[in-house]
């Protein structure tokens, strides 16, 4: 994994390489799993996130959990992966999801601090000229990445960040996600 110190924060960049396959398994649990996704909001006439149990998408458990390692290894941040959404989240859904972008479609700039520590978001489906990743901060040129099919990205959960328009004929398709601090403190959750 490489380390990406920007703006203060630490990032971490690379592949999940064990095991092999794990991205194109994924894709084909999303696919065979379209008549049970559940979609919570339209950006710009497009779903932003797509969800599904973790019984349609095992594979998913692969990236979740090479990122709490990884977070935990690399950045000295303990996290928690959770299946299901924390109980008081304000958010019903699971704390992982699909973003499907065709031609010309985007991610508006967004956080996904609520609650949630640690964030990633891994490729299962992306073409040359996708739309790149970027983070952005104030006093800082824009931090970008290339998405690519295998790649991972872990951040902090409150960092602000997009996804650009897919220039390309091909539908990014990728895998994102929150982890939680462990331990989960009630008091973060609202329940006392
Ligand atoms: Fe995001």
Known sequence: MRLIEWGGNRLLEGFI????????????????????????????????????????VPSAR??????????????????????????????????????????GEKTGLHDHALMSVLSAVTYLQA?????????????????????????????PSSLLHGVHPNRSCTERISFAFNLFPFPLLLSEIGGI
């Open 17 to 56: 390489i064990s095991p092999q396959g794990w991205s194109s398994e994924l894709l084909n649990e999303f696919r065979r799993s379209q008549s049970n996704l559940e979609k919570s909001h339209k950006i710009g006439g497009r779903w932003e996130n797509q969800y599904l149990g973790v019984h349609h």
């Open 62 to 103: 692969v990236p979740m959990r090479f990122a709490r390692n990884a977070g935990k290894e690399e950045l000295g941040i303990s996290s928690m992966v959770l299946f299901e959404a924390p109980s008081g989240s304000v958010n019903p859904h699971p704390p992982f999801w699909f973003n499907v972008a065709g031609e």
């Open 127 to 155: 073409e040359e000229n996708c739309g790149d990743l970027y983070f952005r901060k104030q006093g800082y040129d824009d931090l970008t990445i290339k998405p690519e099919v295998g790649k991972i990205v872990i951040f």
